[in-house]
């Protein structure tokens, strides 16, 4: 077998697997499958299969650029420009749908009419527009059927226009802009103003809980972080090439585009040759997928009802195949041989007659104080006689002199098992 040209390899292969299995798991939590909660949703069904085709392209051209699987190559470069419009979109779904909560104090939305047409809005960003962006948009500026990169797969290819730049690129910028502008703002002065308000709102709310709330707001600024300062330094260098050609053209042609279509490939050799800065932007420009992924599992993955869904499908997996797995249960620990045998020592004995002796002791001596106190507290009617607490009292020496003898006893029948020194 022919080595892999990247010498990372397989490190990203293994963390993209491993990130869309977290994912998934995240995706069967009854939380995340929430009406209100369709933003994270979207973002953790694409990032999901983003992260698996990424994972599987990357191990099927580790050691070589050879243009093949053409249909895997159409549906995953279409994917990806899909997954790329989804990340920001689902942010700005996030940070509208938590104001929302935020300003109506309510997970649900005042009427029937609102709640449709907050439908309409969620799945046209969140699923619509990205359709579009990956079809007829991408299609209108896509330079070759895909391309090869050896070592890393099959990629999108755009013909670096200013048109590629409005269709495809700014929407790595406009809708995180919108989220940074709008409603983040709104969202921070209602959290200052109305602080206890909302805390208690959150506190009482069954559906989304304070701790819920603040880490689909934590999601939503990583996700910022992750895609507005990428998308604007991807539209800065694209805009540079542009301007260094002479002249300037907003759009080639259709075609232009499309006369040749065919797939090309770049060997491993050729992307290290043109620069260290251009492959470091590969590099991380690959990486941010999983990052993401395992951002949204330390949020969401771990919680203790995520764990409880993990163990409802164990459960349900476990029933097709007849296997019912018994609940967990922390058995008694045993910390000596003694108890493993089932006997005790004598010095357990001992301490054991005498705490039930002293336990029978502060009993009747709590009666007695009890019985006493009961005569001092009565302030009217004919006073009672003291012959109880007497007799309370009288009972109390008795346990006191019964656990004294008992004590005795025990010693000295320990003394007698264990031998004298000159008796060995």
Known sequence: MVAAVDPSYPLYSIASILAAAMLLLVLLTSFIRQSWNLGVTFLCFWLFLENLTNGITTIIWADNGDVKLYVYCDIMTHLDVISSVVKPMATLIITRRLYLITSLRSVDLPDTRAKHWNTVIEWTLGLAIPIIVAGPF???????????????????????????????????????????????????????????GINRFLKSNHSVSRANYFRILALASI?????????????????????????????????????????????????????????????????????????????FGVTSEARTSYWRVIYSVGSWFGWKP??????????SGDIESGEQPLDTLLDSALRSRFTSQSVGSRTANQTVGGEQKLETGEPKSSSSANITIEAGQEVDNAALRDADHLKLNSKELVPAEGAM
Do not use: K
């Open 138 to 196: 991408y299609y209108t500026v896509q330079s070759y059927r895909f391309y090869v990169f050896e070592g890393f797969g099959c990629v999108n290819s755009l013909d670096g226009s200013i048109l590629s730049i409005l269709l495809i690129w700014s929407w790595n910028v406009i809708p995180p802009l919108l989220s940074v502008i709008i409603y983040y703002p709104r969202v921070a002065l209602l959290l200052y103003r109305q602080n206890q």
């Open 223 to 299: 996700d910022i972080l992750f895609t507005l300062p990428v998308g604007i330094a991807n539209i800065a260098l694209a805009m540079t090439r542009i301007l260094s050609i002479d002249p300037v053209l907003f759009y080639g042609g259709w075609t232009a585009d499309h006369s040749d279509w065919e797939p090309s490939s770049q060997s491993y050799e050729v992307t290290v040759a043109e620069g260290a800065s251009g492959l470091a932007q590969q590099y991380f420009a690959e990486w941010l997928s999983p990052v993401l992924a395992f951002v949204i599992f330390g949020l």
């Open 326 to 335: 018994a609940p967990h249960t922390d058995g008694a620990r045993s910390t």
